[in-house]
């Protein structure tokens, strides 16, 4: 069966770092990979989606990055942390090729900025 | 612009009543919609997963419904129980790719 991991699960950081924030999925191949951020009052949106391997699609201008270094990882990432950068940070997968798949959750990491 | 919009934000019921989440989006031309569950601090479960050519799904208590042409779905929830309290959310995939959500409607059953 197919899992899927976030980490770190919580973050506190102070504005101005860097952040690294890592997803990874099993038991698949080739899977399509979505980055999300949850924000109070907001809803869920798309930050980033991947493809494969190197393909990496932004659907807002931000401060973020994403990477997919490798087939089954989805990296998140900033050099520069902003307050409105906090939030709760989904991953998301699903099967790869045929859009329009059941899209499964990671457990979030929830980003704090001070 | 799809949008989406899910009513009530929020709902309590007693337990055992059997209960509808509405969902209402913009632009018919979706692939699929999909209903998740999220519980406090964390992540989405998906539920129900309906296609763009089907009318309605089930799993167990939950059956949900899909009315493209007029833009709505609907959450049906039988013999309510307090383990089912938790914010439900509505998706609809349209570009093959993203989901874009409603903001959720938050269920409160009471024992």
């Known amino acids: 069966s197919q899992t899927i991991h976030q980490w770190p699960a919580t973050l506190v950081q102070p504005v101005g770092s860097p952040l690294s924030l890592e997803c990874t999925v099993e038991?698949?191949?080739?899977?399509?990979l979505y980055w999300y951020r949850q924000a109070a009052g907001r809803g869920l949106q798309l930050l980033f989606y991947?493809?494969?391997?190197?393909?990496i699609s932004s659907e807002v201008p931000q401060n973020l990055s994403a990477s997919r270094p490798q087939d089954r990882q989805f990296i998140l990432s900033s050099k520069k942390l902003l307050l409105s950068d906090s939030g709760f940070y989904l991953c998301a997968w699903s099967g790869g090729l045929a859009g329009g798949n059941e899209q499964f959750f990671g457990p979030g990491t929830r980003l704090t900025v001070l | 612009k799809q949008e989406v919009t899910q009513i009530p934000a929020a709902l309590s019921v007693p337990e055992g009543e059997n209960l509808v989440l509405n969902c209402s989006f913009t632009d018919s031309a979706i692939y699929n919609l999909q209903w998740f569950r999220q519980d406090p601090g964390k992540g989405l479960t998906s539920l129900l997963l309906?296609?763009?050519?089907?009318r309605e799904q089930t799993s167990g208590r939950l059956n949900a419904s899909l009315d493209k042409s007029s833009g709505r779905s609907t959450l049906y929830i039988a013999a309510s129980q307090p383990g089912d309290s938790a914010t439900y959310l509505c998706a609809v995939n349209q570009a093959g790719t993203a989901l874009i959500f409603g903001k959720g409607t938050t269920l409160s059953v009471s024992s």
């Open positions: 309906i296609q763009s050519s089907q």
């Open positions: 038991g698949t191949s080739n899977p399509n």
């Open positions: 991947s493809v494969g391997i190197g393909q």
